[in-house]
T-cell receptor, first 112, second 114 residues
Framework: GENVEQHPSTLSVQEGDSAVIKCTYS??????FPWYKQELGKGPQLIID???NVGEKKDQRIAVTLNKTAKHFSLHITETQPEDSAVYFC???????????WGAGTKLIIKP | GAGVSQTPSNKVTEKGKYVELRCDPI?????LYWYRQSLGQGPEFLIY????????DSGLPNDRFFAVRPEGSVSTLKIQRTERGDSAVYLC????????????FGEGSRLTVL
């Protein structure tokens, strides 16, 4: 079955700098890769997703890149702000399948 | 409502007691999921409903856990003879259909078993 590994588990960056979180997956048939942000005491919220027919997707300060050959995808946050502090989860699944496989999460800390 | 609603937000119970956790999904969403999240971990799949039926309950840890969705909307997760290891945040999510990309999560029900 699918397995998703996420690194690092904790990431501390200076406000204004960029943050990168990386995930690898094992099932080459996976073709849908969402990223969720979870703030303290809240449920996860989708921030960006990518399907395997594209290599990169951007939404303002957030971008996701996908390398299907290497089976890894990354979240890039530029010009980080205090409100970016949260736990970020990557996930993967086959688009026709309901079952998301989650990474273990990255706690992002933005230092003022 | 505008989002997924879960009640109670916090539940403290004693070992051996029975608890029910409720989820009210976004109106019109046919797919509903229950997840369990322990501190510092990602969501762990428990059960998935498509309409009224449990399409996949393979994530339920044992027969003390059961979930229903009798009218295809509100769902209740039921835990019998609670154990300390059941302590976690129980998250509910819904989506428009089973293969629609985005899952919409509630804020979770934090269960503490003393």
């Amino acid at each position: 079955g699918e397995n998703v590994e996420q690194h690092p588990s904790t990431l501390s960056v200076q406000e204004g700098d960029s943050a990168v979180i990386k995930c690898t997956y094992s099932d080459s048939a996976s073709n849908y890769f969402p990223w969720y942000k979870q703030e303290l005491g809240k449920g996860p919220q989708l921030i960006i997703d990518i399907r395997s027919n594209v290599g990169e997707k951007k939404d303002q300060r957030i971008a996701v890149t996908l390398n299907k050959t290497a089976k890894h995808f990354s979240l890039h946050i530029t010009e980080t702000q205090p409100e970016d502090s949260a736990v970020y989860f990557c996930a993967a699944r086959r688009y026709s399948n309901y079952q998301l496989i989650w990474g273990a999460g990255t706690k992002l800390i933005i230092k003022p | 409502g505008a989002g997924v609603s879960q009640t109670p937000s916090n539940k403290v119970t004693e070992k051996g007691k029975y608890v029910e956790l409720r989820c009210d999904p976004i109106s019109g969403h046919t797919a509903l999921y229950w997840y369990r999240q322990s501190l510092g971990q990602g969501p762990e799949f428990l059960i998935y409903f498509q309409g009224t039926g449990a399409a996949d309950d393979s994530g339920l840890p044992n027969d003390r856990f059961f979930a229903v969705r009798p009218e295809g909307s509100v769902s209740t997760l039921k835990i019998q003879r609670t154990e300390r290891g059941d302590s976690a945040v129980y998250l509910c999510a819904s989506s428009f259909t089973s293969n629609t990309g985005e899952l919409f999560f509630g804020e979770g029900s934090r269960l503490t078993v003393l």
